[in-house]
């Protein structure tokens, strides 16, 4: 069935698979009237882009957007957006070695599984390039929620064992962009790159961590019993490829809190109702309280590695697997605009919804 | 905008406020010719119900569920499940004062940002009475799951600071019902359920780790990009109230693992290709691989606490705010069947899905 | 596949079998704070009940609805509201006769033919009794389109070979409910209702032709593409039992005129944009366009009859029918308050809809 | 809010303006292993196409498809496939003259009233130059079905007042595609051709009727309330440009029929039950019977008329609109590949849903 569509309202659906012709998607339901940034949402498709430094995929993608439909003299017309990217640097032959071979802990199997035939150059589409698409998407998500005051950064908290053990307010996220790791901690950052490359030379891959902070959300965004913001977030976090886990607010460490030092007091600052900590994250029974809502995302390793391992094949017959195509020793610096997309059109989303929460 | 449904092809819409006429939900899509076991959904509702033991909530519902369409002559019949839980033990008086006070850390004032009114008796919608609704639909997804072989079991695994520190394969899950905690090692269960005691008696509250397991689910199940079978998991987990955090296969501990450790390698057993390692948590690229699936939940401190708490009334005004409903001390042992039951769902709606994946 | 929910954001989900033990529905997505008249919504079901006159079916229902969720002090509060309805006068064993027959142009043979199996007792929930849910989610719809002027009236225009020619300007359609027919023609409904008698004498039925017309509906509801205003009614509209055609504007009549003679011309009444004509019906581009709406619905005549009629049971053998449950002679009357109720479900989806329109 | 998607299991997303870049489509929920004949889709094209034949639009598009992902050697892989049509003949100039202009009875007023601004160069997305990526999409319906033995033919029935008025049986069908009209009755078809023609000296415009049968259907496909497989063909076709009216069955002639004339009765043919009559069209209770399933549905004149007609400006005043664009004397020859097309994403869809409808 269907399942390459997010969103109710502010809806994308995205196509491609890593070789084929074109990877793309269709926006539907963006508000008419938005103007449109095309540099910014190129700016943004750089940010995640193959070959941008040293530490990632040296595939060689210039990722060049093209808008097909639903932008007008500038502005959206609130018919769909269709935008394209055409893959230029498609290798097939890096992959025919591979052709029905099981890559370990890739989704060859599954996909085989399922559908009893696959796309299996770069893994099809399965691959990360789907992604593009929707930083493309989440760039339009990002150019609407501007309007409103809402801003959304992703960044770089953990690779391997290295860890950046300070929360976002002792943090100057201006820096995120200032290192290819994407880690605000200059020094931090240093040592992750370094740590990258050594694996890499190892032909070796490591997982890591992304946070991120939404500010600027208004009061009342999400919806009760299933589509709660922080849930939407956690499915949309959860479908970007390696992510193996979503916590938001205190997460897994307050599960040790008492309800007395967990419970975030209310107040008043001028005429708007705050709280003096924030564990709960921003939400609370699934709906933006109008704090800052921030959430920590778990990579696993990349799981092409030179080395060779062991597999089988369609048939089931024993095989080895030796990783020839290029790839992202750590997937965390790539990930961070793609998280912030992800994030981006699920805040766009549940802002149309709740226009239509009151009579 | 409508959040109330849960599922594509299995599909649960849940209505319902805790100090209100009733409960219930309408299960769609059921697939025809399924023997309902009436009382097997009484029983699992019973593990959710409050009242079970002296570590939940005391107040008293039967939470008797009524059918009333969709089955005829015992089985299901394809048209929509509708059942039926009347409250019966609505105090609604317990909450006249906090009629207009934002009680700290509840749903209370996001509720009243976002419609500009709410049901205040008992936390209205955003009580966790509503997953009573889920987890007789999650019964009956329980029900078809069982024809497939597939079995799913939560369980608790952290009570506050006391966490058990085994993988699912090291205990003996026949256990969990052994005790009003659910934590299936019985020498650790005594030590949560005291420690539990005690916090209650502060008239405190605490948070935990709910830990799931399911086997038996073939390969195949879960859809590409945005409905990742795991996905689809964390949305469903991150929609039960309290629940902060979800982490499948080797969630954030995988973070600082190579490629080469974290890689599961395929080999043939028997008809069946199987991995030795299960990192990947039973899931590849979104779609099952017929290896078990497992996964771990954070669970906040319940947020109702006896000792009196500073906060704000619609006004803005500072108030205080004093614990006077029935509540729990800690959220895990009642949330293991919620838990089961939104996997279920979840599992039930993949495997209708799966079936149009094939000319 | 679930097919029992209407509407994107003003969403029904309905249950119910005409012998079951009740039906209902939920109604997601109606905004906070409407003021809910229940005894509005009862006049509604009253309308459409059986028994209310000598020309429609005598089964005894009081159709008393149960909000069970949803209302507080009066009001929506935004959260889903579940209505429910007890079936009362459900003779079963009426039908036992029938149980293994397939009725002539029923959906007996069709609900076997998917199922496998299905509830035979009067048509199970292919019996127009479900409708009776539609109606009850109708009249909240229409007390939300009443708060923005828009006002719906349907009436019946044919029964049999009895034609009124006369459109709704050339009509008084406060006369609708004035008779058993709902014929807002005095003269036309008294014929009507001596034929619908007369028919029923002879133990058969006849089709008729409901008419509908919507005012006050503003510019600008509707979708492009696929979601056009008059494709939802037209759905809507064919989703009700026994009707057989929908034709807007023009309709049929409309195919052999010429353009210069279709098109509406624009002017401008006050800060109004109008037009003279109104061929299109009130829409264009599948977008209202602020003038009056106005379609027809053929339905054919009810199915059951008294004489024995031939038909085949499970098994392929040769059986003989007799209609002995109780049944309308003709349905247009009864379906009258259901056509409305369809259409105002359709108008108040579209007007959440077109919240979201501009940035 | 997005209303450009049609189908839930089966379902396509269209995008694109009329003189935009590009029109296209996404097609996510295709089972996978389904041989793709690029050349039919193409040949499916070519009957929707401009400039086919003197009595349609003379404007000068290739309407070459180019397939972008989810085909991977030749056939189906189950992921979204995506399909473009760059626009070659796109005369913005053309439409300058009616930038701020409202043409009668076209889409251009209720677009601005819905959106506060569109793209006016022809009709934009309101111009059934969207239908192209319907007819692409539906080829690839087609072909799915053709593997079950289902069959979908459209042909013309009426153009203005000249009326074939004869049941699908009585006309050999294979002449559909002998004439430009698309009518299968020859001798009609010139009378038609004749004065289409005539019409369109006179600068103007008529409408027509294009009637459509189903063969092979198998019983059980379609679902019980509002999903019936009737309804969804119902909103499918009005969903076309310029269609106003839809019947199947016996349509709005039934309603003068008394039940016993009406009623189908049921017969043993083998080991299928058959009907000797069919004024049920094929569906009961919304569900597929395995007889044939057919429909009229009627066009009304397009609105692009040569004479200058008058009409009002975005400002308000009073202005005259001359029709200069390329246009169509009448649509129905054209609409045959949409209606065909239309039906055929709808039985593609309700036949992947009545898989998931037993256990």
């Known amino acids: 069935m269907a399942g390459n569509t997010y969103g109710q309202l502010f809806r994308i659906t995205t196509f491609g698979e890593s070789h084929g012709r074109a990877i793309g998607l269709i926006l539907d339901g963006c508000p008419a009237g938005l103007q449109i940034d095309e540099a910014f949402v190129q700016e943004e498709l750089a940010r995640r882009r193959p070959g941008q430094s040293k530490i990632v995929t040296q595939r060689k993608e210039a990722d060049k957007v093209e808008f097909l439909s639903g932008v007008f003299e500038g502005a959206t017309t609130g018919t ?9 640097d498609a290798r097939s032959k890096d992959y025919s070695h591979i052709a029905n071979k099981f890559r370990p802990s890739h989704a060859d199997f599954t996909y085989h ?11 099809g589409r399965s691959s990360a390039r789907e992604t593009a698409a929707r930083v493309a998407g989440g760039a339009i998500a990002k150019l609407l929620l501007r309007q409103y005051g809402i801003d959304i950064k992703a960044y770089v908290t953990q690779v391997g064992h290295l860890k950046l053990d300070k929360s976002y307010q002792e ?4 820096l995120t962009e200032s290192n290819p790791v994407r880690c605000p901690d200059p020094e931090m950052a240093g040592q992750m790159e370094a740590y990258i490359k050594e694996v890499r030379k190892a032909g070796d891959t490591v997982g890591g961590v992304v946070s991120a902070v939404i500010t600027g959300c208004p009061p009342g965004l999400g919806e009760p019993a299933f589509d709660k913001l922080h849930a939407d977030l956690a499915k949309a976090m959860l479908s970007i490829n390696a992510c193996k886990g979503f916590e938001y607010g205190s997460g897994f460490d307050g599960v040790s809190m008492r309800g007395s030092e967990h419970n975030d007091v209310f107040r008043t600052e001028g005429d708007r109702i705050v709280t003096d900590t924030n564990h709960s994250g921003g939400v609370q029974g699934g709906i933006s309280n109008g ?3 921030y959430f920590r995302l778990a990579f696993k390793p990349v799981a092409t590695i030179v080395p060779a391992q062991d597999s089988v094949n369609e ?3 024993k095989v ?11 997937v965390v610096p790539r990930a961070v605009p ?8 699920t805040l766009a989303d549940h802002l149309l919804r709740q226009r239509t929460a009151r009579v």
Chains 1, 2, 3, 4 share one sequence.
């Open 315 to 317: 048939a089931g017959e």
């Open 80 to 88: 769909p957006i269709s935008m394209v990217i055409y893959n230029a």
């Open 171 to 174: 943090l100057n996220l201006q």
């Open 291 to 293: 704090m800052d809502i």
């Open 338 to 345: 793609i998280v912030e997309a992800m994030a981006a059109l």
């Open 320 to 330: 080895t697997v030796e990783g020839k195509g290029r790839h992202d020793p750590c």
């Open 113 to 123: 599984a399922k559908w009893g035939r696959r796309d299996y150059r770069g893994g």
